[in-house]
């Protein structure tokens, strides 16, 4: 019990302490990764989409306690009971197989790759020319203070000749 507590506090406090410090990519596809379990996990953790994806229910234990009994353990069904006189569903086992062919799961697996692809082509150039602005834009400044600096130099060594030049002038 210990140790699960400390998967369930610790480890995402440590990911978020060591994503932090990662680059833009990796915390994007942290947070997107993230959110893709959370989302598939509420999907099926719910009885309609488990019964819509052909899943066995969940099995939680009961409040109440049985009757001791002289045998040890326990045991759990995970599964959908159903008699045995009861001729089985093959139009659903048929529709059920059409889902899980190499074909399906492939373009499946394809247009998720294909919109992951479109988001983070889109995201990745976005930042990156946000950052190539700041650094130009720090660039400009850079450059321009300098030249103002430079000028004020200049200025100085103008003003500093001039002033040499008449009193030549006047020593002549």
């Known amino acids: 019990m210990k140790l699960r507590s400390l ?9 978020t302490a060591i994503a932090i410090f990662a ?4 915390q994007i596809s942290y947070v997107t990764s993230t959110l893709l379990v959370l989302l598939t996990s509420q999907i099926l953790r719910n009885a309609t989409a488990r019964r819509k994806l052909g899943l066995a229910p969940i099995v939680r234990p009961n409040d109440t306690a049985a009757a001791p009994t002289p045998y040890r353990g326990t045991i759990t069904v995970a599964g959908r009971v159903r008699a045995e006189n009861k001729p ?3 139009v659903a086992n048929l529709s059920m197989l059409e889902k899980l062919k190499p074909k399906n799961i492939r373009t499946q697996y394809d247009d998720l790759v294909k919109s992951t692809t479109d988001f983070v082509g889109g995201v990745i150039p976005q930042a990156y020319k946000q ?3 700041k650094k130009d834009k720090k660039a400009k400044e850079q450059v321009s203070a300098h030249e103002k600096m430079r000028r004020r130099q200049v200025d100085a060594q103008r003003a500093t000749f001039y002033e040499s030049q008449k009193a030549k002038r006047k020593q002549r």
């Open 88 to 90: 089985h569903n093959v």
């Open 131 to 133: 950052v190539q602005f």
């Open 7 to 15: 998967f369930v506090y610790a480890l995402p406090v440590l990911g």
């Open 23 to 26: 680059p833009a990519t990796v």
